[in-house]
């Protein structure tokens, strides 16, 4: 495929791939393919998300930030790797980075409802803060409704890679998918922050996939291949969706994670906050990520070693500052 050096993410409608005409879905899984083998991100509406749910999710991810660090402190939990709950400021840092990063979040996880399923026993319970009645319904509103988007996304890429539609579907039942609200909180001192401390450093997501609401937002940039640093403008009603290094690695880098960042504002606007709500789509611990054999040719010979996705999760905690050797 000859790449382009694109100046934006391309726009997709999931609409088209769940239409049932098989035209619409054929052009969506190819514009889908394409831009994840390019620039790795894509803008997409009609996701599911309705406006009063996004309304009351940021209605409620704001009441959180602004209790008293504190009261946030008591959902922080260190020894889930911060895999569950709040994870307050500078705790978190890039890869290769020890400077933390100018944000605070909240982590929602999976919740295994068919009791069948001994998976459910893999996962640390979620933690609901009581400051915030409606916290625990929008929140795991969203998460229900990205993960059926982000299904249906791997399904659109499991045809683009001539892989049975359903390939990912068994992978990502009951996955360790995680809803992350985050505020960049305000800096009142700009000065009073170490010099080389940003909102989010770059960094490639661990993930499968990530579907995030809030691009909309003044901040966002990817990294293109020539370097250049491309701002992301999302419209309200679309969220960003990209390729994690867990699916690049499944595909031997033929689809692209993309490094990304999110800047600072100017100096005299430091003292605003930013909000956003990604969603990362994780498989269940269990499944492999070595190469899949149609992504290693002659001319792309395997890149890396044969690695399970709850191995690789474990290895990025460590090295995000979240988990202890
Ligand atoms: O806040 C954003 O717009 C992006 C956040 C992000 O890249 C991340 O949390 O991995
Ligand atoms: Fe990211």
């Known amino acids: 495929m000859e790449e382009k050096l694109l100046d934006e993410i391309p726009s997709l409608d999931l609409a088209d791939f769940r239409s049932g005409d098989p035209e619409r879905k054929a052009r969506f899984v190819q514009q889908l393919g394409e831009a994840y083998q390019n620039i790795g991100f894509v803008a997409l509406k009609n996701h599911g998300l309705t406006d009063e749910q996004t309304q009351a999710l940021y209605a409620d991810v704001k009441s959180f930030f602004s209790l008293p660090d504190d009261v946030k402190q008591q959902y922080e939990k260190p020894e889930l790797a911060g895999q569950r709950g709040y994870v307050s400021k500078g705790k978190e840092h890039a890869k290769g980075r020890n400077t933390g990063d100018l944000k605070e979040f909240y982590h929602v996880g999976q919740e295994v409802e068919d009791n069948t399923d001994p998976i ?14 409606g916290f625990h319904k929008s ?7 990205l993960e059926a988007a982000g299904k249906d996304v791997l399904r659109a890429i499991a045809l683009y890679l001539k ?9 990502v039942r009951n996955g360790n998918s995680i809803l992350r ?15 080389d401390a940003v909102r989010a450093a770059e960094h490639g997501d661990i993930n499968l996939i990530t579907l995030l609401m809030g691009a909309s937002a003044d901040g966002l940039q990817v990294k293109r291949r020539d370097d250049k640093w491309i701002p992301i403008t999302a419209l309200p009603d679309q ?7 867990m699916l690049q690695r499944l595909t031997n880098g033929v689809l692209k994670s993309t490094i990304h960042r999110v800047v600072n504002p100017a100096r005299e606007k430091m003292n605003s906050s930013r909000f956003s709500v990604p969603f990362f789509m994780h498989p269940r611990s269990e499944m492999s990520l070595a190469a899949l054999e149609n992504c290693v040719t ?25 988990k202890k050797k």
Do not use: C, Q
């Not at 609200?181 to 010099?195: C, K, L, N, S, T």
């Open 120 to 133: 459910g026993k893999e996962y640390p319970a979620n933690i609901w803060p009581s400051e915030v009645e």
């Open 181 to 195: 609200p985050i505020h960049y909180f305000p800096i009142e001192d700009p000065d009073a922050v170490p010099a």
């Open 239 to 245: 969220i960003v969706v990209n390729v994690g290094d």
């Open 139 to 145: 929140t795991f509103t969203t998460y229900r409704t």
């Open 163 to 171: 892989l049975p539609e359903t390939y990912f579907d068994d992978k």
């Open 298 to 322: 002659a001319e792309n010979p395997k890149k890396e070693a044969d690695i399970t996705a709850g191995e690789f999760l474990n290895e990025r905690l460590i090295e995000l500052g979240l």
